[in-house]
Protein backbone atom coordinates (compact mmCIF):
# COMPACT_ATOMS: atom_id res chain seq x y z
CA UNK A 1 0.00 0.00 0.00
CA UNK A 2 1.38 3.38 -1.17
CA UNK A 3 1.58 5.96 2.16
CA UNK A 4 1.95 9.59 1.50
CA UNK A 5 4.81 12.17 1.03
CA UNK A 6 7.36 13.04 3.75
CA UNK A 7 7.88 16.42 4.82
CA UNK A 8 11.34 17.81 4.71
CA UNK A 9 12.75 17.74 8.65
CA UNK A 10 15.43 20.28 8.79
CA UNK A 11 18.78 19.30 10.74
CA UNK A 12 18.78 21.55 14.08
CA UNK A 13 22.49 22.25 16.18
CA UNK A 14 23.14 20.37 19.17
CA UNK A 15 21.92 16.80 21.10
CA UNK A 16 18.63 15.48 21.08
CA UNK A 17 17.33 14.18 24.10
CA UNK A 18 16.12 10.30 25.28
CA UNK A 19 12.64 10.21 25.12
CA UNK A 20 10.63 9.43 28.56
CA UNK A 21 6.76 8.42 27.53
CA UNK A 22 3.83 7.32 29.50
CA UNK A 23 3.36 3.21 29.53
CA UNK A 24 -0.01 2.11 29.97
CA UNK A 25 1.30 -1.39 31.44
CA UNK A 26 2.88 0.37 34.08
CA UNK A 27 1.08 3.18 34.69
CA UNK A 28 4.56 4.85 34.97
CA UNK A 29 6.33 7.43 32.33
CA UNK A 30 9.53 5.28 31.71
CA UNK A 31 12.79 5.78 29.58
CA UNK A 32 12.48 4.45 25.74
CA UNK A 33 15.74 2.61 25.16
CA UNK A 34 15.46 1.99 21.53
CA UNK A 35 18.76 0.51 19.52
CA UNK A 36 20.05 2.03 16.80
CA UNK A 37 16.58 1.83 15.00
CA UNK A 38 13.47 2.35 16.60
CA UNK A 39 10.53 0.29 16.19
CA UNK A 40 6.70 1.95 16.36
CA UNK A 41 3.33 -0.08 14.90
CA UNK A 42 0.71 2.92 15.61
CA UNK A 43 -3.03 1.12 15.04
CA UNK A 44 -4.07 2.73 11.14
CA UNK A 45 -8.01 3.85 10.33
CA UNK A 46 -10.67 1.89 9.12
CA UNK A 47 -11.56 3.61 6.17
CA UNK A 48 -15.83 3.72 6.10
CA UNK A 49 -15.03 7.76 6.72
CA UNK A 50 -12.61 10.83 6.34
CA UNK A 51 -10.04 11.63 8.96
CA UNK A 52 -11.21 13.62 11.89
CA UNK A 53 -9.16 15.46 14.63
CA UNK A 54 -9.70 12.54 17.13
CA UNK A 55 -7.53 10.47 14.77
CA UNK A 56 -4.84 13.45 13.50
CA UNK A 57 -4.52 13.76 17.26
CA UNK A 58 -3.04 10.37 17.46
CA UNK A 59 -0.89 10.26 14.79
CA UNK A 60 0.22 13.52 15.43
CA UNK A 61 1.38 12.48 19.08
CA UNK A 62 3.17 9.25 17.40
CA UNK A 63 4.42 12.17 15.11
CA UNK A 64 6.13 14.05 17.75
CA UNK A 65 7.36 10.62 18.75
CA UNK A 66 9.41 9.60 15.61
CA UNK A 67 10.53 13.44 15.50
CA UNK A 68 12.28 12.67 18.77
CA UNK A 69 14.04 9.89 17.95
CA UNK A 70 15.44 11.11 14.83
CA UNK A 71 16.83 14.05 16.77
CA UNK A 72 18.64 11.63 19.35
CA UNK A 73 19.93 9.75 16.35
CA UNK A 74 18.06 7.12 15.86
CA UNK A 75 16.69 5.48 12.63
CA UNK A 76 12.82 4.74 12.90
CA UNK A 77 11.36 1.77 11.51
CA UNK A 78 7.83 3.04 11.87
CA UNK A 79 4.56 0.75 10.42
CA UNK A 80 0.70 1.31 10.21
CA UNK A 81 -2.21 -0.48 9.28
CA UNK A 82 -4.93 -0.18 7.45
CA UNK A 83 -8.30 -2.32 8.30
CA UNK A 84 -9.83 -2.10 4.96
CA UNK A 85 -12.08 -5.34 5.56
CA UNK A 86 -14.11 -5.23 8.43
CA UNK A 87 -17.70 -4.77 10.20
CA UNK A 88 -18.00 -0.97 10.09
CA UNK A 89 -16.68 -0.62 6.24
CA UNK A 90 -18.90 -3.20 4.88
CA UNK A 91 -21.67 -2.02 6.91
CA UNK A 92 -21.32 1.95 5.59
CA UNK A 93 -20.71 0.44 2.20
CA UNK A 94 -24.20 -1.29 2.34
CA UNK A 95 -25.81 1.61 3.45
CA UNK A 96 -24.53 3.71 0.37
CA UNK A 97 -24.61 1.13 -1.53
CA UNK A 98 -21.46 1.39 -2.95
CA UNK A 99 -18.69 -1.62 -3.15
CA UNK A 100 -16.79 -1.76 0.04
CA UNK A 101 -13.33 -1.84 -1.66
CA UNK A 102 -14.40 1.34 -3.84
CA UNK A 103 -15.34 3.26 -0.59
CA UNK A 104 -11.94 1.75 1.22
CA UNK A 105 -9.94 3.24 -1.65
CA UNK A 106 -11.39 6.94 -1.61
CA UNK A 107 -10.90 7.45 2.26
CA UNK A 108 -7.60 6.41 2.37
CA UNK A 109 -6.81 8.23 -0.57
CA UNK A 110 -8.80 11.40 1.85
CA UNK A 111 -6.54 9.92 4.80
CA UNK A 112 -3.07 10.29 2.82
CA UNK A 113 -4.44 13.70 1.94
CA UNK A 114 -4.64 14.92 5.19
CA UNK A 115 -1.40 13.07 6.54
CA UNK A 116 0.12 15.47 4.36
CA UNK A 117 -1.12 18.55 4.82
CA UNK A 118 -0.18 18.28 8.82
CA UNK A 119 3.17 16.94 7.27
CA UNK A 120 2.55 13.81 9.62
CA UNK A 121 6.12 11.55 8.77
CA UNK A 122 4.18 8.44 7.04
CA UNK A 123 5.12 4.96 7.85
CA UNK A 124 8.08 2.85 5.99
CA UNK A 125 5.27 0.29 6.21
CA UNK A 126 1.40 0.86 4.94
CA UNK A 127 -0.08 -2.35 4.80
CA UNK A 128 -3.28 -3.13 4.08
CA UNK A 129 -5.53 -6.16 6.13
CA UNK A 130 -6.37 -7.16 2.75
CA UNK A 131 -2.83 -7.44 1.24
CA UNK A 132 -1.62 -9.23 4.30
CA UNK A 133 -4.95 -11.99 4.70
CA UNK A 134 -1.89 -15.05 3.77
CA UNK A 135 0.17 -13.88 6.60
CA UNK A 136 -2.50 -13.60 8.94
CA UNK A 137 -4.55 -17.15 7.96
CA UNK A 138 -0.85 -18.58 8.62
CA UNK A 139 -0.77 -17.05 11.69
CA UNK A 140 -4.16 -18.56 12.75
CA UNK A 141 -3.16 -21.59 11.83
CA UNK A 142 0.08 -21.71 13.59
CA UNK A 143 -2.39 -20.89 16.95
CA UNK A 144 -4.80 -23.71 16.21
CA UNK A 145 -2.01 -26.22 16.36
CA UNK A 146 -0.09 -24.76 18.89
CA UNK A 147 -3.62 -24.91 20.75
CA UNK A 148 -4.15 -21.42 21.72
CA UNK A 149 -7.02 -21.31 19.12
CA UNK A 150 -10.08 -23.37 18.48
CA UNK A 151 -13.63 -23.50 16.61
CA UNK A 152 -16.99 -22.42 18.21
CA UNK A 153 -19.03 -25.35 17.79
CA UNK A 154 -21.32 -23.48 15.33
CA UNK A 155 -22.56 -26.23 12.33
CA UNK A 156 -23.33 -23.01 9.99
CA UNK A 157 -20.27 -20.75 11.21
CA UNK A 158 -17.35 -22.63 12.90
CA UNK A 159 -15.24 -18.92 13.93
CA UNK A 160 -11.89 -19.63 15.52
CA UNK A 161 -11.37 -18.16 18.91
CA UNK A 162 -8.28 -17.19 20.43
CA UNK A 163 -8.35 -18.78 23.80
CA UNK A 164 -7.39 -16.10 26.29
CA UNK A 165 -6.10 -18.60 29.16
CA UNK A 166 -3.13 -19.78 26.85
CA UNK A 167 -1.16 -16.19 27.16
CA UNK A 168 -0.67 -16.85 30.77
CA UNK A 169 -0.52 -13.03 31.33
CA UNK A 170 -4.08 -11.47 29.67
CA UNK A 171 -4.61 -8.62 31.42
CA UNK A 172 -1.14 -7.15 31.77
CA UNK A 173 -1.16 -4.21 29.00
CA UNK A 174 -4.55 -2.68 30.04
CA UNK A 175 -4.34 -3.35 34.20
CA UNK A 176 -7.93 -3.84 33.46
CA UNK A 177 -10.22 -6.23 35.85
CA UNK A 178 -12.46 -8.41 34.08
CA UNK A 179 -15.94 -6.95 34.53
CA UNK A 180 -14.35 -3.86 33.06
CA UNK A 181 -12.85 -5.95 30.05
CA UNK A 182 -16.04 -7.81 29.49
CA UNK A 183 -17.98 -4.43 29.76
CA UNK A 184 -15.43 -2.93 27.22
CA UNK A 185 -15.37 -6.07 24.92
CA UNK A 186 -19.22 -5.99 24.40
CA UNK A 187 -18.90 -1.87 23.50
CA UNK A 188 -15.79 -2.12 21.81
CA UNK A 189 -16.54 -4.82 18.64
CA UNK A 190 -16.18 -7.77 20.48
CA UNK A 191 -18.53 -10.94 21.23
CA UNK A 192 -18.91 -11.55 25.09
CA UNK A 193 -21.81 -13.31 24.42
CA UNK A 194 -21.15 -15.65 21.71
CA UNK A 195 -22.42 -19.39 22.52
CA UNK A 196 -19.76 -22.02 22.10
CA UNK A 197 -16.84 -20.01 23.04
CA UNK A 198 -14.31 -21.16 25.85
CA UNK A 199 -14.08 -17.75 27.87
CA UNK A 200 -16.37 -14.52 27.30
CA UNK A 201 -12.84 -12.53 26.38
CA UNK A 202 -11.61 -14.79 23.67
CA UNK A 203 -11.21 -12.95 20.72
CA UNK A 204 -11.95 -13.79 16.97
CA UNK A 205 -8.92 -14.50 15.10
CA UNK A 206 -11.21 -15.48 11.37
CA UNK A 207 -14.58 -15.32 10.80
CA UNK A 208 -15.87 -17.69 8.66
CA UNK A 209 -17.38 -16.75 5.04
CA UNK A 210 -20.92 -15.36 5.40
CA UNK A 211 -23.09 -14.40 2.45
CA UNK A 212 -22.45 -11.25 0.31
CA UNK A 213 -19.17 -10.70 2.50
CA UNK A 214 -15.86 -10.94 1.41
CA UNK A 215 -14.02 -14.26 2.03
CA UNK A 216 -10.24 -15.55 1.32
CA UNK A 217 -9.60 -19.08 1.19
CA UNK A 218 -7.37 -20.29 4.20
CA UNK A 219 -6.63 -23.18 6.01
CA UNK A 220 -9.47 -22.64 8.62
CA UNK A 221 -11.69 -22.47 5.16
CA UNK A 222 -13.00 -19.39 3.57
CA UNK A 223 -13.31 -15.92 5.46
CA UNK A 224 -11.64 -13.10 6.89
CA UNK A 225 -9.26 -11.89 9.40
CA UNK A 226 -10.40 -10.66 12.94
CA UNK A 227 -9.09 -7.29 14.32
CA UNK A 228 -6.65 -8.04 16.66
CA UNK A 229 -4.51 -10.66 14.52
CA UNK A 230 -4.28 -8.04 11.52
CA UNK A 231 -1.94 -5.73 13.83
CA UNK A 232 -0.15 -8.52 15.93
CA UNK A 233 0.78 -10.40 12.38
CA UNK A 234 1.21 -7.02 10.66
CA UNK A 235 3.73 -5.81 13.06
CA UNK A 236 5.50 -8.71 14.41
CA UNK A 237 6.23 -9.83 10.64
CA UNK A 238 7.74 -6.34 9.26
CA UNK A 239 9.58 -5.44 13.16
CA UNK A 240 10.27 -8.51 14.99
CA UNK A 241 8.66 -10.35 18.03
CA UNK A 242 9.63 -7.41 20.22
CA UNK A 243 8.88 -3.89 19.26
CA UNK A 244 10.08 -0.25 21.12
CA UNK A 245 6.30 1.05 20.76
CA UNK A 246 2.74 -0.01 20.28
CA UNK A 247 0.59 3.57 20.19
CA UNK A 248 -3.30 4.20 19.28
CA UNK A 249 -5.81 5.69 21.02
CA UNK A 250 -6.74 5.37 24.66
CA UNK A 251 -9.46 3.19 22.98
CA UNK A 252 -7.08 0.89 21.91
CA UNK A 253 -6.14 -0.02 24.97
CA UNK A 254 -9.06 -3.08 25.06
CA UNK A 255 -9.47 -5.05 23.88
CA UNK A 256 -7.43 -4.22 20.97
CA UNK A 257 -4.02 -3.73 22.42
CA UNK A 258 -4.73 -5.90 25.12
CA UNK A 259 -5.68 -8.81 22.16
CA UNK A 260 -3.32 -8.37 19.79
CA UNK A 261 -0.25 -8.19 22.31
CA UNK A 262 -1.12 -11.49 23.77
CA UNK A 263 -1.41 -13.06 20.32
CA UNK A 264 1.96 -12.13 19.00
CA UNK A 265 3.42 -13.08 22.30
CA UNK A 266 2.10 -16.50 21.78
CA UNK A 267 2.81 -16.79 18.37
CA UNK A 268 6.51 -15.78 19.26
CA UNK A 269 6.88 -16.77 22.41
CA UNK A 270 8.69 -13.78 23.61
CA UNK A 271 6.94 -11.24 25.88
CA UNK A 272 6.26 -8.07 25.74
CA UNK A 273 5.48 -7.21 22.58
CA UNK A 274 6.19 -3.70 23.10
CA UNK A 275 8.37 -2.38 25.49
CA UNK A 276 5.77 0.83 25.42
CA UNK A 277 2.33 0.92 24.98
CA UNK A 278 1.36 4.55 25.00
CA UNK A 279 -2.46 6.20 24.09
CA UNK A 280 -3.41 9.39 22.66
CA UNK A 281 -6.13 11.09 24.95
CA UNK A 282 -9.79 11.67 23.20
CA UNK A 283 -10.59 14.63 21.16
CA UNK A 284 -14.32 16.05 21.91
CA UNK A 285 -16.26 18.46 20.82
CA UNK A 286 -19.48 19.70 22.81
CA UNK A 287 -18.32 17.69 25.94
CA UNK A 288 -18.26 14.27 24.41
CA UNK A 289 -16.05 12.16 22.40
CA UNK A 290 -15.76 12.32 18.69
CA UNK A 291 -17.37 9.53 17.25
CA UNK A 292 -19.15 8.03 14.54
CA UNK A 293 -21.91 7.12 16.16
CA UNK A 294 -22.94 10.48 17.83
CA UNK A 295 -22.47 12.34 14.66
CA UNK A 296 -20.19 15.06 16.48
CA UNK A 297 -17.35 14.82 13.73
CA UNK A 298 -14.82 17.79 12.56
CA UNK A 299 -13.24 16.72 9.65
CA UNK A 300 -9.51 17.66 8.43
CA UNK A 301 -10.58 17.61 4.86
CA UNK A 302 -13.85 19.74 5.74
CA UNK A 303 -11.37 22.08 7.79
CA UNK A 304 -8.98 22.56 4.82
CA UNK A 305 -12.03 23.09 2.02
CA UNK A 306 -12.95 25.98 4.26
CA UNK A 307 -8.82 27.27 4.58
CA UNK A 308 -8.44 26.55 8.05
CA UNK A 309 -4.27 26.23 8.03
CA UNK A 310 -3.07 22.99 8.61
CA UNK A 311 -0.36 24.30 10.97
CA UNK A 312 -3.20 25.95 12.75
CA UNK A 313 -4.78 22.75 13.14
CA UNK A 314 -1.44 21.07 14.41
CA UNK A 315 -0.95 23.27 16.82
CA UNK A 316 -4.45 23.19 18.37
CA UNK A 317 -4.51 19.77 18.70
CA UNK A 318 -0.93 20.06 20.22
CA UNK A 319 -1.59 22.61 22.70
CA UNK A 320 -3.30 20.05 25.21
CA UNK A 321 -0.67 16.85 26.51
CA UNK A 322 -1.39 14.14 24.19
CA UNK A 323 -2.61 11.81 26.91
CA UNK A 324 -5.75 14.06 28.22
CA UNK A 325 -9.02 13.99 26.78
CA UNK A 326 -9.41 17.41 25.20
CA UNK A 327 -11.93 19.48 23.65
CA UNK A 328 -12.02 21.07 20.03
CA UNK A 329 -13.97 24.29 19.43
CA UNK A 330 -14.06 27.57 17.35
CA UNK A 331 -11.86 28.92 20.40
CA UNK A 332 -8.94 26.63 20.38
CA UNK A 333 -8.78 27.08 16.51
CA UNK A 334 -9.00 31.18 16.49
CA UNK A 335 -6.16 30.45 19.83
CA UNK A 336 -4.23 28.43 17.20
CA UNK A 337 -4.05 30.44 14.62
CA UNK A 338 -2.95 33.46 16.90
CA UNK A 339 -0.24 31.66 18.31
CA UNK A 340 0.86 30.69 14.47
CA UNK A 341 0.44 34.59 13.12
CA UNK A 342 2.70 35.38 16.41
CA UNK A 343 5.34 32.64 16.32
CA UNK A 344 5.39 33.23 12.14
CA UNK A 345 6.10 37.06 12.44
CA UNK A 346 8.99 35.86 15.31
CA UNK A 347 10.44 33.26 12.66
CA UNK A 348 12.70 35.74 10.21
CA UNK A 349 13.43 37.85 13.03
CA UNK A 350 17.23 38.52 13.72
CA UNK A 351 18.89 39.11 17.35
CA UNK A 352 20.68 37.62 19.87
CA UNK A 353 21.37 33.59 20.11
CA UNK A 354 17.87 31.62 21.02
CA UNK A 355 19.63 27.86 21.39
CA UNK A 356 18.29 28.24 24.87
CA UNK A 357 14.60 28.22 23.43
CA UNK A 358 15.56 25.44 20.96
CA UNK A 359 17.20 22.86 24.39
CA UNK A 360 14.07 24.06 26.21
CA UNK A 361 11.92 22.54 23.32
CA UNK A 362 13.77 19.35 23.47
CA UNK A 363 13.83 19.07 27.38
CA UNK A 364 10.21 19.51 27.51
CA UNK A 365 9.28 17.45 24.91
CA UNK A 366 12.04 14.42 26.18
CA UNK A 367 9.68 14.75 29.56
CA UNK A 368 6.49 12.33 28.23
CA UNK A 369 5.88 14.74 24.77
CA UNK A 370 5.19 17.93 26.98
CA UNK A 371 4.12 20.22 24.22
CA UNK A 372 2.24 22.81 26.52
CA UNK A 373 4.88 23.87 28.09
CA UNK A 374 6.80 23.80 24.77
CA UNK A 375 4.55 26.22 23.72
CA UNK A 376 4.53 28.18 26.77
CA UNK A 377 8.18 28.70 25.84
CA UNK A 378 7.64 29.53 21.80
CA UNK A 379 5.62 32.15 23.08
CA UNK A 380 7.91 33.64 25.45
CA UNK A 381 10.18 33.33 22.48
CA UNK A 382 7.60 34.92 20.45
CA UNK A 383 7.05 37.81 22.30
CA UNK A 384 10.41 39.25 22.99
CA UNK A 385 12.00 40.82 20.55
CA UNK A 386 15.63 40.76 21.59
CA UNK A 387 15.67 36.63 20.52
CA UNK A 388 16.37 35.58 17.08
CA UNK A 389 13.73 33.39 15.23
CA UNK A 390 15.82 31.23 12.11
CA UNK A 391 16.78 28.61 15.04
CA UNK A 392 13.97 28.36 16.93
CA UNK A 393 11.66 27.82 13.36
CA UNK A 394 13.98 25.21 12.72
CA UNK A 395 13.30 23.28 15.64
CA UNK A 396 9.70 24.02 15.42
CA UNK A 397 9.57 22.88 12.49
CA UNK A 398 11.86 19.13 13.25
CA UNK A 399 10.57 18.80 16.65
CA UNK A 400 6.86 19.77 16.75
CA UNK A 401 6.16 19.79 12.79
CA UNK A 402 5.10 23.61 12.26
CA UNK A 403 6.37 24.94 9.72
CA UNK A 404 6.67 28.58 10.64
CA UNK A 405 9.39 29.90 7.66
Known amino acids: MQ ?10 PGAGRQLRLYDSATGEVRPTDPGPTATMYVCGITPYDATHLGHAATYLTFDLVHRMWLDAGHQVHYVQNITDVDDPLLERANRDGVYWGKLAEREIGLFRDDMTALRVIPPADYIGAVEAVDEIAVAVRQLIDAGAAYRVPDEQYPDVYFDVTTSGHFGYESRYDEATMLHLSAERGGDPERPGKRHPLDPLLWRMARPDEPSWDSPMGPGRPGWHIECAVIAANRLGPVIDLQGGGSDLIFPHHECSAAHAEVLSGKRP ?26 FVSRLLHQGVDPMAMR ?82 DALLGVRLI
Open 3 to 12: SWPSPPIPGI
Open 273 to 298: FARHYTHAGMIGLDGEKMSKSRGNLV
Open 315 to 396: LGLLAGHYRQDRAWSDEVLVAAEERLSRWRAAAGRAGADADGVVEAMRERLADDLDTPAVMAALDAWAADDRLAGPAVAAAA
